[in-house]
Structures are given as structure tokens and as C-alpha cells.
Nanobody, 128 residues
Framework: QVQLVESGGGLVQAGGSLRLSCAATGRTLSTRAMGWFRQAPGKERNFVAAITWSGGSTYYADSVKGRFTISRDNAKNTVYLQMNSLKPEDTAVYYC?????????????????????WGQGTQVTVSS
């Protein structure tokens, strides 16, 4: 089992920045990659970014490329999502997720169903 706890959400004005954190505990050595997803009210959960646990390869949704940066600190078992130039459409609950399965295709990082563990989510609200 892997437990994930997100923090760092809040209310920010458009153009501002926030940094989300996701602390992982438990069987973290089994983790192959971590991802961030977001879900706005009435909408499906969408991929934001992912990072491999060992190699540090990163992947982003087109909507956040150039604005968001995912990073990890293996010593702290923590993954971060630095969000800059925030827009009102970034408003959502942000979820951290961990996957343990072998990755055969980088496109699979965007699929929520390939992740095994999820955090409780943290609200990000961007005002215009």
C-alpha cells in the first residue's frame, strides 16, 4: 500500500503561482511513476503531469505546458507541482496519484485507470 497526502492548494488570483506537494508513505519503492490530475465540478478527471520515480522523465498535458513543472525529491518521497501563470480555468481539485505497474507506453501516463493509489485531493481556485 502507498498512502498519498496532498497539500498546498488555495485561492490565488489569475497570473499567480502555487506549489502543490504530495507526500508518499508506505511501499514507495514499488512506485514507478507519480502523476497529478485535476477535476473541476461536473467534469471528468483530467491528466495534468507525470514524472517517473527513478529516471525523472516528465510528461505534461498541452494545457499546462510551459506553465506547470512537476518535480520529485526521492529522499523525501515527495512530488511537487509548481504552477505559474495560473488561469481561472485551472480551478479544480488536484489529485496526486501513484502507479506501480510497468509502463509500456508513455501515453499511458495520462490515463487515470493506470494509477493504483490516489490522494484525497486539494482545492485550487483561481480568481479572475
Amino acid at each position: 500500500q502507498v498512502q498519498l497526502v496532498e497539500s498546498g492548494g488555495g485561492l490565488v488570483q489569475a497570473g499567480g503561482s502555487l506549489r502543490l506537494s504530495c507526500a508518499a508513505t508506505g511501499r514507495t519503492l514499488s512506485t514507478r511513476a507519480m502523476g497529478w490530475f485535476r477535476q473541476a465540478p461536473g467534469k471528468e478527471r483530467n491528466f495534468v503531469a507525470a514524472i517517473t520515480w527513478s529516471g525523472g522523465s516528465t510528461y505534461y498535458a498541452d494545457s499546462v505546458k510551459g506553465r506547470f513543472t512537476i518535480s520529485r525529491d526521492n529522499a523525501k518521497n515527495t512530488v511537487y507541482l509548481q504552477m505559474n501563470s495560473l488561469k481561472p480555468e485551472d480551478t479544480a481539485v488536484y489529485y496526486c496519484a501513484a502507479r506501480t505497474g510497468v509502463v509500456y507506453s508513455s501515453s499511458s501516463y495520462a490515463a487515470p485507470g493506470t494509477y493504483d493509489y490516489w490522494g484525497q485531493g486539494t482545492q485550487v481556485t483561481v480568481s479572475s
